[in-house]
């Protein structure tokens, strides 16, 4: 009798330890880049739809956070919201509508900025998502992709996004490439090959977003 108990807690023990273990991998962290440089800042109503969408969707113990995307974007300042939802559905549905809320504020007032940092937004965005420790993290970039950088911004250089996938939002074309799709192509084969570089597991794009909304999170 003795025996058969010591293999049940044995057993009990190790289904325990795998369920602590396997904790991160059913919590995920989403931080979303929005570019507000030039005509990009008009597309803000396109990117709260999308926040909005981001909102309904993760669960309670998820993480999300959103921010801008300016001539510097290494920066905390530019993160408009960012909450870790509690795992009580109540609690969480209250979080979600206080970002919403702090959302549809940023909306109201943004300014286009002069130039495009879309690594200092990465990087900002690997470091936030490391710290939630969530089994999936997301970086959503809403943006043409054509950084610009101001005079004295260093950003040629490697970065990191182990483990990260980055999904590219409504990269809708510049007049150049109209005249021109293959300098739109060149554009998200160059990010495409940096990311996956820096150790990003995916890289999507999605311009249909009425139709491939379901694409930008990892719901498997």
């Known amino acids: 009798m003795k025996r058969y108990l010591l293999v049940g807690f044995m057993l009990f023990g190790a289904l325990f330890v795998g369920a602590c273990g396997d904790s991160r991998v059913h919590s995920q962290a989403v931080y979303m880049l929005v570019d507000t440089s030039g005509t990009y800042a008009k597309e803000i109503n396109k990117a709260t739809?999308?926040?909005?969408?981001?909102?309904?969707?993760?669960?309670?113990?998820?993480?999300l956070a959103v921010a801008k995307v300016e001539t510097r974007s290494f920066t905390e300042k530019d993160i408009v919201a960012k909450v870790t939802f509690d795992k009580r559905p109540s609690q969480a549905t209250q979080q979600k509508r206080v970002f919403k809320t702090r959302i549809d504020e940023f909306s109201k007032v943004i300014n286009g900025s002069a130039y495009t940092d879309i690594?200092?937004?990465?990087?900002?965005?690997?470091?936030?998502?490391?710290?939630?420790?969530?089994?999936?993290?997301?970086?959503?970039?809403?943006?043409?992709?054509?950084?610009?950088?101001?005079?004295?911004?260093?950003?040629?250089?490697?970065?990191?996004?182990?483990?990260?996938?980055?999904?590219?939002?409504?990269?809708?074309?510049?007049?150049?490439?109209?005249?021109?799709?293959?300098?739109?192509?060149?554009?998200?084969?160059?990010?495409?090959?940096?990311?996956?570089?820096?150790?990003?597991?995916?890289?999507?794009?999605?311009?249909?977003?009425?139709?491939?909304m379901e694409s930008i999170l990892n719901t498997h």
Not at 54 to 62: E, H, I
Not at 139 to 144: E, H, L, T
Not at 160 to 176: H, S
């Open 49 to 63: 739809r999308i926040i909005n969408y981001l909102l309904a969707t993760v669960n309670p113990g998820d993480s």
């Open 119 to 212: 690594t200092g937004g990465l990087i900002q965005g690997a470091e936030y998502l490391n710290e939630t420790k969530a089994g999936i993290k997301t970086i959503v970039i809403f943006s043409d992709m054509q950084e610009e950088l101001g005079k004295g911004t260093v950003r040629d250089f490697p970065i990191k996004l182990d483990g990260i996938r980055i999904v590219a939002l409504n990269v809708t074309k510049l007049r150049t490439d109209n005249a021109d799709p293959r300098i739109y192509l060149d554009r998200l084969t160059r990010w495409e090959a940096r990311v996956r570089k820096a150790g990003a597991t995916e890289w999507v794009v999605v311009n249909d977003l009425e139709n491939n």
